[in-house]
């Protein structure tokens, strides 16, 4: 096994070789960021909060509130799901949500009535103005608002945005939040206009209401802005030579979401069984084909990580069981288990991390190997690197208990795997590499110096062995 490296020091940090130490403006402390956005959230938060209690009343608002929540965790614990290969951080989907919930919501609501009572006013038409509200400026103010959130993880997260993903996970979170407060409108309405009528139970507006948005349409705002963060998602996956690619995806799916949204606004007008059939002709199979998307995504993240790692085994930095058991997500769950059970719960979370680290890390070789990889490529490999290092003594031990757990055909020693790129040289290790000075001569550290005649970072690529030592031979 290697030696761990020193962590390395980015350049230009402060103590850096060659680096100078510059004060940040006032501005630009973490802290200031932070607390204009939670301000600028709380705001929007309080004023949506008004809005809405203005418009259903108090008893509305609270019979709302208690309705539109139920389909919340659900939809919430399904994104989390699909973002369980690469977990992002929490404080990310909390702002996702938080910005559809109170700014995105607010844009919506002042904007939506503004424009719709100036088109009343122009034409003297109210019921046109509320069809061409509903069916053009609706989809269009609402889906940049919650595409905003995107945009800004897109921009200032871009560690945490790195393909299809993150985009349609951050997008979904975000859609959920609004479709929450709009729920809330939508419900506490209903049921103030029962209170006036009288009605109850089944027959009540409330619980057709109900029925519509919570039980037949929750995923209807996270479809339309996914295909907005689909767009993003394939902008992170271009390199910045292809600046068509980076730059077109994002309105081309903004332009769908609005698209779709208006469709499904505009249904209501298509005659008496309009709904249903834009629902079961269009919006059924769109919502099963964006779901078939997202688990092919997110299968094929996990066979990129089966794909990538061995190169870090061939040097030294995993155990050969690693790849196969960070390609499984049964076999992390079983890790995670088997540290929670025997060092507690702080060593489950240590795995969880350490798991985290390896995925980024596989994405990163990968993207690098396409091309793809930013100008600071080698600093952040090392420091996933570092993090992994940290943890290896309590994460290697259950990651290869769950790799035995889950194919126990495979005995030990585990088969050695053939080399990858650069890693030309059998029985490499960290040190050979480059990762005991952080000196090489090249930008990255697997430059021509390590075998390879090409100036990518990582050589020619050699094929991965087809053997896997998980399966029992045929």
Same mark, same amino acid.
């Given at each position: 096994m290697a030696t761990c490296p020193?962590?390395? *020091?980015?350049?230009?940090? *402060?103590?850096?070789?060659?680096?100078?130490?510059?004060?940040?403006?006032?501005?630009?402390?973490?802290?200031?960021r932070y607390g204009a956005l939670v301000t600028?959230?709380?705001?929007?938060?309080?004023?949506?909060?008004?809005?809405?209690?203005?418009?259903?009343?108090?008893?509305?608002?609270?019979?709302?509130?208690?309705?539109?929540?139920?389909?919340?965790?659900?939809?919430?614990?399904?994104?989390?799901?699909?973002?369980?290969?690469e977990p992002g951080p929490w404080r990310n989907l909390v702002f996702a949500f938080a910005w559809g919930a109170c700014a995105a919501a607010l844009i919506a609501i002042v904007a939506n009535s503004f424009a719709t009572h100036w088109i009343a006013t122009a034409t003297a038409d109210p019921d046109g103005a509320d069809t061409l509200g509903a069916t053009v400026i609706a989809p269009v103010v609402e889906e940049s608002a919650k595409a905003a959130a995107v945009l800004l993880v897109f921009l200032f997260r871009r560690r945490d945005f790195?393909?299809?993903?993150?985009?349609?996970?951050?997008?979904?979170?975000?859609?959920t939040g609004f479709a929450f407060t709009e729920n809330i409108l939508y419900l506490g309405n209903a049921f103030g206009a029962d209170q006036l009528t009288g009605d109850r139970g089944i027959a009540s507006v409330t619980a057709a209401t109900f029925f519509v948005r919570v039980i037949m349409s929750p995923f209807a705002h996270p479809m339309f802005t996914v295909l907005t963060g689909i767009g993003f998602g394939i902008a992170a996956m271009s390199s910045d030579r292809r600046r068509l690619r980076r730059l077109l995806p994002p309105p081309a799916g903004l332009l769908l979401a609005m698209g779709m949204h208006a469709l499904w606004n505009g249904s209501a007008t298509?005659?008496?069984?309009?709904?249903?059939?834009?629902?079961?002709?269009?919006?059924?199979?769109?919502f099963g084909l964006l779901t078939w998307q997202v688990v092919w995504t997110r299968?094929?993240?996990l066979r990129t990580v089966r794909e990538e790692l061995p190169a870090y085994t061939a040097a030294g930095w995993l155990t050969p069981a690693e790849p196969f058991a960070l390609a499984s997500m049964r076999a992390r769950r079983l890790a995670r288990d088997h540290a929670r059970r025997h060092l507690g719960r702080q060593a489950a979370r240590t795995v969880a991390r350490y798991e985290a680290y390896a995925t980024s890390l596989a994405f990163l070789r990968h993207r690098g190997r396409l091309g793809r990889a930013g100008a600071d490529f080698a600093v952040r490999e090392r420091e996933l690197l570092h993090e992994l290092w940290r943890r290896r003594e309590v994460a290697q031990p259950a990651l290869d208990h769950a790799a035995r757990m889950t194919t126990p055909t495979a005995a030990p020693p585990w088969p050695g795997y053939a080399v990858h790129g650069v890693y030309g040289m059998h029985g490499v290790h960290a040190q050979s590499?480059?990762?005991?000075?952080?000196?090489?001569?090249?930008?990255?550290?697997?430059?021509?110096?390590?075998?390879?005649?090409?100036?990518?970072p990582y050589g020619p690529a050699v094929p991965y062995p087809s053997y896997n030592p998980y399966r029992t031979p045929s």
């Open positions: 020193p962590y390395p *020091t980015p350049p230009g940090a *402060t103590g850096a070789p060659g680096g100078t130490s510059r004060q940040p403006h006032w501005w630009q402390r973490r802290w200031v600028l959230l709380a705001l929007s938060g309080l004023v949506i909060l008004a809005l809405v209690r203005r418009q259903t009343g108090t008893e509305g608002f609270l019979v709302g509130l208690g309705l539109a929540v139920l389909p919340v965790p659900l939809l919430t614990a399904a994104f989390r799901w699909l973002d369980r290969v790195t393909g299809i993903v993150d985009g349609v996970v951050i997008a979904g979170v975000t859609a298509f005659g008496e069984y309009g709904f249903f059939a834009v629902y079961a002709a269009i919006m059924v199979p769109a299968q094929r993240e590499l480059g990762y005991g000075s952080y000196g090489p001569a090249t930008p990255y550290p697997y430059g021509p110096a390590y075998g390879s005649a090409t100036p990518h």
